[in-house]
């Protein structure tokens, strides 16, 4: 017997920060085809760092108080995977780079080499910003099968 697939498309979606205040997540999610949203911080509702948000917020300055404007409560955060161990990596190893493309480069390297093992098996598309979309991680989504779309 085949294996059924759902009978629309599934979506894995690689986003980049909280681009564009999470509007392909919530369009993708409304139409019922978000599978999973990897993305590297989100402040899940109701969650640790919602909680500590609000203090957090009074003194935090540049990137750590862009951090906590990662949320978005209309988004299922149980579909929403995050690797905050990978972004403090990220963000120590910047110093080792000579240019911001390098380490943009390696970024989305590093973020392809995480998701690439998590790829749910119900997604058949993977979507990205095409900073975060690394082509081993695009090479990984074609091996399963599954049709990748760059924005």
């Known amino acids: 017997m085949a294996e059924q697939r759902p ?3 599934r979506v894995a979606l690689v986003q980049d920060g909280a681009r ?3 509007g392909l997540a ?8 978000l599978e999973v949203m990897y993305t590297d911080f989100f402040i899940k509702k109701g ?11 009074q003194y935090a300055r540049g990137s750590l108080r862009r951090l906590f404007d990662r949320k978005c409560d209309d988004l299922d955060s149980s ?8 972004r403090i990596r990220q963000d120590r190893k910047r110093k080792n780079f000579s240019d911001d ?17 998590r790829l749910h098996g119900n997604a058949d598309i993977l979507v990205g910003f095409i900073r975060h979309l690394h082509p ?3 090479a990984v989504a074609h091996e399963r099968g599954m049709k990748t779309v760059g924005d």
């Open 79 to 86: 579909r929403v995977e995050t690797n905050l161990a990978m």
């Open 20 to 22: 564009g205040h999470y």
């Open 101 to 117: 493309s390098s380490y943009f480069q390696w970024i989305a390297s590093n973020i392809g080499q995480w998701v690439a093992t």
């Open 47 to 57: 969650g640790l760092w919602d909680r500590l948000s609000p203090f957090v917020r």
């Open 26 to 33: 919530l369009a993708l999610q409304r139409a019922g085809m």
């Open 7 to 9: 009978s629309h498309p």
């Open 136 to 138: 081993n991680l695009c």
